[in-house]
């Protein structure tokens, strides 16, 4: 049996969501950018098309991969993507693509950096296991 894969593509997150950024930052200011970035999620995912938006149950188990595609002078440590990229896996849950972002749904969680200086986003892809 093959295990299903979803591919999700977003813009990358804000930079004062990165871990580094946050230290010192009001928690209400921290809230209001990441309503912010859930509405330009929302903008993503609206423009997928509908069979690859969200897998009917949503997936109990998988593996997930994210990839953050840089453009011009923008850098990230990869060891920081996985807390940059949370407010997107937390949009992912809150459209019930997966149950849960904690282990005992996303059994591997790994991250890439590369650069794109044409298109900077940030890809999940979802392997769905049995």
Not at 30 to 40: A, D, P, R, S, T
Not at 78 to 83: C, K, M, R, T, V
Request: hydrophobic share 35%.
């Amino acid at each position: 049996m093959v295990n299903k894969t979803y591919l999700y593509t977003f813009p990358l997150p804000p930079i004062e969501l990165k871990t580094n950024r946050r230290r010192g930052q009001h928690w209400g200011a921290l809230h209001q950018i990441k309503k912010g970035y859930e509405m330009e999620c929302l903008a993503a995912w609206s423009v997928m098309p509908e069979e690859d938006r969200r897998p009917d149950p949503h997936i109990m188990h998988c593996y997930m991969i994210v990839t953050a595609y840089l453009g011009t002078g923008q850098s990230c440590d990869p060891s920081d993507l996985g807390s940059w990229a949370k407010s997107a896996v937390d949009f992912m849950v809150k459209k019930k693509v997966i149950a849960s972002d904690s282990s005992a749904c996303v059994s591997e969680f790994t991250t890439y950096v590369s650069r794109d200086r044409k298109w900077p986003r940030l890809e999940i892809s979802v392997e769905a296991l049995p």
